[in-house]
Nanobody, 122 residues
Framework: VQLQASGGGLVQAGGSLRLSCVVS????????MGWFRQAPGKEREFVAA????????YYADSVKGRFTISRDNAKNTVFLQMNSLKPEDTAVYYC????????????????WGQGTLVTVSS
């Protein structure tokens, strides 16, 4: 299984970015997929997750109302639409595939993308 994240970049505060994560290899549609982020000197933290059907989504309080996670199972892709970005959103963003356990816990995920850097300037 390989995850390829893309879409990061430099944006001004208040701007938007859309991240994509393409999954190749074994079955994608049956897994919960999540986005995490890691700022310099900090631990990887949960951002958002989505069930296989897309009917349920979960967000960290810090991004709720600004970020939207979605998926296209036909294209084996999960998205993270980020609006109203803030400087504190600056981090490397990782997509992951949930293996088992709590979806807000990084240790519950077995495969990760390489990360894509999001930088929000003030």
């Amino acid at each position: 299984v390989q995850l390829q994240a893309s879409g990061g970049g430099l944006v001004q505060a208040g701007g938007s970015l859309r991240l994509s994560c393409v999954v190749s290899g074994r079955t994608f549609s049956s897994n919960i997929m999540g986005w995490f982020r890691q700022a310099p000197g900090k631990e990887r933290e949960f951002v958002a997750a989505i069930t296989w059907s897309g009917s349920s989504t979960y967000y960290a309080d810090s991004v709720k109302g600004r970020f939207t996670i979605s998926r296209d199972n036909a294209k084996n892709t999960v998205f993270l639409q980020m609006n109203s970005l803030k400087p504190e959103d600056t981090a490397v963003y990782y997509c992951g595939r949930l293996l088992r356990g709590g979806l807000r816990t990084a240790g519950s995920y077995d495969y990760w993308g390489q990360g894509t850097l999001v930088t929000v300037s003030s």
